[in-house]
């Protein structure tokens, strides 16, 4: 499992989603990336966890973008008018994370779009996981192509990280965000997701997904925690999660009971 590494040449137009103001852009590979931008909303933490959720997601056998390091100097963009997009290009200088353009995919829309219910077990398994707390009906960060069904934005997963406390619990935690999970009325094979899922990555696996995480990414806030110490609090989240998979699979029994189904 590696990450390739290229170079923005041309930006190409803001996707204008949320607040973190990704772009679609092509690399000196001549192919287009939507690019989530460092200098944006959480900056190294979106894309921490956009990385090791969809190295996570990749490794489970779930279909994902190509995951890529795209390098940005100070001459990308440069002919941008808009002054908020320049003032996010220059904070985002060196490197940053792009996703292979899905060109003409559409938007997986449960209502319309049917997910067998392994496949949306195992989607709702992958997210209490991750503690990915985006993925719901008003946004599923799903997509149609190629008539295949993948998975994209994990950004939001991991919140832990953002305050980096109770690192002791943060495995332990039964997620309560999954009730509002678009698949989890589809997911009434929870239980066979998580057998399956649990032999099919391992905790060395894991590890490495956490090594590949760029060392300038996990140099901030030093003052809280050391590069090392953040890399070995992710790689305990994954392995003691994995571990201890019951606690959520548990909550996501009990929130389905909830729904009356």
């Known amino acids: ?89 220059r904070s985002s200088e060196g490197l940053n994370l792009g996703l292979h353009f899905l060109d003409r995919a559409m938007t997986m ?28 009906r008003l946004n ?12 994209i934005d994990h950004g939001a997963s991991l919140y832990f990280h953002h305050s980096w406390r109770n690192l002791d619990n943060a495995p332990l935690d039964p997620f309560p965000y999954i009730r509002t999970h678009a698949l989890l009325p589809q997911a009434s094979r929870i ?13 060395r696996t894991l590890s490495h997904i956490v090594d590949l995480i760029p060392e300038a990414w996990l140099a901030d806030e030093p003052e809280i925690m050391s590069p090392s110490e953040k890399r070995e609090a992710y790689r305990d989240f994954f392995t003691r999660r994995l571990a201890n998979s019951s ?7 009990d929130e389905r009971k909830r729904l009356d189904l």
Not at 115 to 134: G, R
Not at 191 to 203: F, G, V
Not at 247 to 253: D, G, Q, S
């Open 1 to 89: 499992m590696e990450i390739r590494t290229q170079s923005l040449t041309r930006y190409i137009l803001p996707l204008r989603e949320g607040g973190s103001l990704p772009a679609l852009a092509e690399a000196d590979d001549g192919f287009r990336y939507v690019v989530k931008f460092r200098g944006a909303g959480h900056g190294y933490k979106a894309l921490i966890a956009e990385l090791t959720g969809g190295l996570v997601a990749k490794s489970l056998g779930f279909k994902v973008p190509e995951l890529v390091f795209l390098d940005i100097d100070h001459r990308f963009g440069i002919t941008e008018g808009d002054e908020e997009i320049q003032d996010l290009l």
């Open 109 to 136: 829309d449960p209502s319309v779009n049917r997910v067998d219910e392994l496949t949306a077990s195992k989607i709702v398994w992958l997210d209490a996981f991750l503690a990915n707390v985006d993925r719901t």
């Open 140 to 151: 599923t960060n799903m997509l149609i192509w190629n008539r295949e069904l993948w998975l």
């Open 191 to 203: 239980e066979e997701a998580d057998s399956l899922l649990r032999q099919a990555i391992t905790p």
């Open 247 to 253: 606690i959520f699979v548990n909550r996501i029994i």
